[in-house]
């Protein structure tokens, strides 16, 4: 028989992924500490008030180092990297890179980190209508990363696929170790290869102090760092960035203030990282001496612990109000990036990213709007978007000299006006007028919205629309009009 005193997570269903916080909320209002059955069948103390997670993660009688837990006592951790490394390991990795990653280091790349920010933007709104966790979100922090890093030919898709199947899957499915290998793989060849053709990155200088003294970090420990920094420095950004929008977009008294006055795109971040925190969980710990977490007693041998990161932002005895997003709180002390020893060492850079980020995105589309509904991943450790469907109006500044780019957004456009298109295939044989929702209003509906978006005079032109072939002339009519202007 279960322990009744034991919290089974599996009783949530899928309620724990969807809706954390309101499983954080229940559990919370019934104690700040739990012993709990993970969905994966293992057990762990879960702590989810704020007070006792700040206490924890500098809570020495707790090791980041696996091979101190119960289930994997005696494992080889020889290789890990610094996030899963007690002192004295911690210390001597933690100091080989961290002098990249200071305020005044990353400040220096504010010029790069807008430059990426703008070329992006660019594209957004030349689409119109774009995943902006694709199109936006993902590629800044890998651009940056792979910069600092010194990797010049990552592609993001292919490795966002394998973080996420390593990440968002907790780790532990066929599909997590392929990727994880495959990832490995990918690694080791980079860095043999720039054994031989160096560069200026941080992985070339690791490279370096190696050669000059191999005890200053093995070659396991040389390939996992460089794993560690790759996954850590983009998955939690990507999830900043899109959680922070979709904040604003689904809080638009709160978008109106900051649009009001822009200085207030820091505490977006701040909020956004304590209301919905991108790791949920901090890196799991384990027991080397009996303590004591608020009031419970958690044996000392090995007992894993975890530490509940977004459910301390949403601590009612530590927040008022804790569900409302507002830009405005002081979020201070705020937990996300962890407390302690292995606080988020790139906790400037992902805060400087996700600024820039947001201020230029507000500030190039004044009309940036849902596009339908976004979903979330799947995760018992992160929270993020997979997609965030937005749409941005089109400047009168915009240049469109592509045909194929205009019939889309006209499209598009009759689409939405006519939604009984949306079940047939429309292309340039369809005749309009077959279809019920045809009308003048349509057409002047239509031409308006070109007009608005093109920078083009129509109306006083005489162009008819009534099939999907005239769509088409009409694209060609617009560019043309673009052209002589
Ligand atoms: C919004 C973005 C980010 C969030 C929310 C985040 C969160 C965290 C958290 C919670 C920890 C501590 C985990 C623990 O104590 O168990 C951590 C550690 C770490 N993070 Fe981040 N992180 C972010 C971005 C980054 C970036 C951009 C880098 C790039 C260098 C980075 C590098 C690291 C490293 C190296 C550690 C381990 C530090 C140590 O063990 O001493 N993180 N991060």
Wanted: overall charge negative; some cysteine.
């Amino acid at each position: 028989m279960l322990d009744p005193d034991l919290i089974d997570l599996r009783e949530f269903g899928e309620r724990y992924y969807d809706d954390p916080h309101s499983v954080y909320r229940e559990l919370r209002d019934r104690g700040p500490v739990h012993r709990a059955l993970l969905p994966d069948g293992r057990t762990a103390w879960l702590v989810l008030g704020y007070k006792e997670v700040r206490d924890a993660l500098a809570d020495p009688g707790l090791s980041n180092d696996v091979a101190r837990s119960r289930r994997e006592r005696g494992r080889d951790t020889s290789g890990a990297h610094l996030l899963l490394s007690d002192p004295p390991r911690h210390t001597r990795l933690r100091k080989l890179v961290a002098k990249h990653f200071t305020p005044r280091r990353v400040e220096l790349l504010r010029p790069r980190i807008e430059q990426i920010v703008d070329g992006l933007l660019d594209d957004v709104e030349r689409a119109g209508a774009v995943d902006l966790v694709e199109s936006f979100a993902l590629p800044l922090p890998v651009t940056v990363m792979t910069g600092i890093l010194g990797v010049h030919d990552l592609d993001p898709t292919r490795f966002r696929a394998w973080t996420n199947a390593i990440v968002v899957s907790d780790g532990g499915s066929a599909e997590a170790r392929e990727a994880l290998a495959a990832m490995h793989e990918y690694l080791a060849g980079l860095l043999a290869a720039k054994e031989h053709d160096k560069g200026d990155g941080l992985l070339d200088e690791l490279i370096e102090a190696r050669r000059d003294d191999p005890t200053a970090l093995s070659a396991a420990e040389l390939l996992s760092m460089t794993f560690f920094l790759l996954v850590a420095g983009h998955e939690t950004t990507v999830n900043l960035i899109a959680n922070a929008v979709h904040l604003l977009l689904t809080n638009p008294a709160q978008l109106a203030r900051v649009r009001d006055d822009p200085d207030l795109v820091a505490g977006v971040v701040e909020e956004a990282l304590r209301h919905e925190a991108p790791l949920k969980l901090a890196a799991e710990r384990f027991t080397t001496a009996g303590i004591t977490i608020g009031d419970t007693a958690v044996p000392g041998d090995g007992e894993t612990v975890l530490l509940g990161l977004a459910a301390a932002g949403r601590d009612p005895d530590r927040y008022t109000d804790p569900a409302a997003f507002d830009v405005t709180r002081s979020a201070g002390g705020n937990l996300a990036f962890g407390s302690g020893l292995h606080r988020c060492l790139g906790a400037p850079l992902a805060a400087i990213e996700a600024r820039i980020a947001i201020g230029a995105l507000l500030r190039r589309f004044p009309d940036l709007r849902p596009d339908g509904a976004p979903t979330w991943w799947r995760s018992s450790v992160t929270r993020g978007l997979k997609n965030l469907p937005v749409r941005v109006s089109v400047e009168r500044t915009y240049m469109v000299d592509d045909r194929k780019s205009v019939v889309r957004e006209l499209s598009e456009r009759v689409t939405l006006l006519m939604p009984e298109l949306r079940e047939v295939a429309f292309d340039e044989t369809s005749d309009l007028r077959d279809f019920a929702g045809f009308d003048s209003l349509v057409i002047l509906q239509l031409l308006t919205h070109a007009e608005e978006v093109f920078g083009v005079s129509l109306m006083e032109d005489d162009v008819a629309i009534d099939s999907a072939s005239s769509v088409g002339r009409l694209a060609e009519h617009i560019v043309g009009n673009r052209q002589a202007l």
